[in-house]
Each structure stands twice: as C-alpha cells, then as structure tokens.
C-alpha cells in the first residue's frame, strides 16, 4: 500500500503538537511547515528580555517538531503577509488579528505547497470554538473553500464534529481515532498529551501572535496614523515588540529599553535613529523615532532621564548621538513621572 502523506501547520502550540501526533500515530507521513510572518512571539521578545529566566529561551514551533521526530519547513512571508493584514477580507477580530484572513492564507500557501511536493493532505490543530473570529462551526468551511484545500483539509482534533473529508472518506486515517474537541477550554488537550507524555510545552493563552494583543496593535496603529501611511518594514514590526514607547509630541516618539536585553538590542538600531542616554547615571536607552528639533531633543532627555538612577538628581547629562555618529551632551533636569504620564500619550 502507497504510505500517505501529510503537512501540517505548526504554530508552536499544543494543539498542532496533538494533532500532527494524532496523525502520525495513523502510519502517515508527515511533516511540518511554519510561516513566518514577523508578528510571532516566539523567538522575540522572550529571547531578549530577562523575565520568566526559568523557561528555556526557544522557538516553540522547532520544538514541537523535535518532540514530533518530524522535518519542519519554516517559510518567510512577511512581504506576502501584508495584504492580509492591510486588507482583510472578513475584518479584524477584537484587535488587529485578521485571524480568519489570516488562516485562510496559511492554508493556501500549505496547499500550494502540497502540491508541488505532492503531498495528499493538510493538517491544522485548529478546534471548533476554541477562537471566536475564525474557529466557529459556520467558520471553518470558509477557510476551506477559499484556499483551495476543500476536502484536503483534515482537523484532528475536531473531525468527529464536522463532515468527512477525502483522507477519511478514502481510509487514509481513521474517523473513530480522530477527536471531537471543541470550546475554549483546554482540559481534553492537557489530558490527550499527558497520555502521549508530552511536557513542558507552550502554554496556549494569549495565542502565538502580536496581532492578538491590544497594546501592540494600538502602537501599530499609532505608527500608521502618525506616517501617514499603513505600509511596514520588518524593523518596524520588530521594534514595536520592544521597550516603552512614549510620544511627546505628533512627530516624533521615544521607545525607551526597559532591561538591558532591551537596551542591547536597541543598541543594534544606532545606525538608524537618534539615540539617548545618560552619561553620569545608569539608565535606560531611548530611540527616537521621527524628526526632532534642539527643542524636542531637549524635551527627549528630560523624559529619558527620568528612567534611570538619576531620577531624583537636579541635572543629568545626556548623550545624544545621531545616525552620522555626531554627538552632543545635554545637561538637562529629570521630568517627574506625573508630567509624563499627564501630558504625553504612553502607547
């Protein structure tokens, strides 16, 4: 008999961990694929920052494919992903996730792939209920029909709830080994990888994604309305994820390191924007994004100064270096976290 075959899309998360194995323990073969769209979390943020020391820094969706013994394809389409995101066709859900657009443009692109290695179907872990902007009952045939996959696209975890699909109807895998799971809640999932044995794994609140989160996509939004304009670069989107980020006045703001992984990585970005931090106390690093005259740059070291040791002092000195490495010291008083906070917009 021919062995099928299978890709599966891997986020990371337990429930496409599940899933694949739900599969594979059918005799099929398979093997992941990852797409990269920049607004994931892992990888990023935990990887530069200090807190949680305790969990391993990793990318979760190697992970998943190391406990799994399969190959994972991760797939760069941050460029592709931008249609997605500026124009959805079915909407945002409660923040800037495109989550339904979103799906059906990764299982597009799974499909499409499929058949250029002439694979037989698709795997999701995606579960009735589980994601109120695209994992509803009347949802999932949309994501179906519209990219493509049709009956090629198989969910494990939920199969029992929807109609048959070509590799059940066909006896690629069987129907009864496959789930029934639905609603938000996790306890059959935990309960299935406690039997398979899998530990450690992601934990599924808060999604793999950016998007999902209200105050990033409220800074991304601040970035689009004060550019004039929705388009985005990869350090756009990076540096959105890093740092407070402080605009004092409509043409420029201040994303100021919070840590010293934060401080580093800004560090990276000297090159490309002006760059503050005091020179007689240990403080945070600031960027300044946007355009600033010796006014605003004055008005930018106040506010930096305030994030360091020398909060209290009457005067600090604050460097400033520019992208073409000239520099200059302003000895400036710290402002107060009042008049941070009760003048200047902190997105």
């Known amino acids: 008999m021919t062995q099928r075959k299978a890709i599966s899309l891997i986020s990371g998360g337990l429930d496409s961990l599940l899933a694949t194995k739900m599969i594979q323990d059918q005799g099929i073969h398979v093997e992941g694929i990852h797409f990269f769209t920049g607004f994931c979390i892992e990888g990023h943020t935990h990887a530069i920052r200090k807190h949680e020391l305790k969990k391993p ?28 995101l500026l124009n959805p066709r ?18 597009k692109k799974a499909h499409e792939w499929l058949q250029r290695q002439r694979f037989d179907f698709i795997i999701t872990g995606e579960v009735i ?53 639905h609603g938000r809640g996790r306890k059959p999932q935990i309960a299935l990888a406690k039997r398979y044995g899998f530990v450690d794994y992601a934990q599924p609140a808060g999604g793999c994604c950016f998007l999902t989160d209200a105050q ?6 601040d970035l689009w309305q004060h ?6 670069s990869f350090d756009d989107i990076m540096l959105l994820k890093v740092g407070r980020h402080l605009r004092p006045r409509p043409h420029f703001k201040l994303i100021i390191g919070r ?7 800004l560090q990276g970005y000297k090159h490309q924007f002006i760059t ?18 010796e006014d605003d740059l004055r008005l930018a070291a106040q506010i930096v100064a305030r994030f360091g040791q020398g909060r209290d002092a009457e005067s600090v000195a604050i460097s400033v270096q520019h992208p073409d490495k000239t520099e200059q010291i302003l000895e ?16």
């Open 57 to 84: 820094k990793r990318n979760n969706a190697l992970w998943v494919a190391e406990q799994l013994g399969i190959k994972l394809h991760i797939v760069d389409v941050i460029e592709e992903y931008k249609s997605v």
């Open 90 to 107: 079915h909407g945002y859900g409660a923040n800037m996730n495109p989550c339904l657009d979103c799906k059906v443009f990764m299982v």
């Open 129 to 181: 209920g589980q994601r109120p902007h695209s994992q509803l009952k009347n949802k999932l045939p949309v994501v179906a029909k519209q990219s493509g996959a049709t009956e090629r696209l198989l969910r494990p975890l939920s199969a029992k709830l929807l109609p048959e699909t070509l590799p059940e109807r066909e006896g690629w895998v069987e129907r009864e080994l496959l789930g029934d799971f």
């Open 216 to 221: 990033y996509s409220h800074k991304l939004v």
């Open 227 to 232: 550019r004039q304009s929705r388009d985005y």
């Open 259 to 265: 840590e010293e992984g934060e401080n580093n990585f």
């Open 276 to 293: 503050l931090r005091a020179i007689d106390h240990a403080s945070a690093l600031a960027l300044l994004d946007g355009t600033a005259d």
């Open 332 to 347: 400036v008083k710290p402002l107060s976290v009042a008049e941070i906070r009760g003048e200047w917009a902190v997105i």
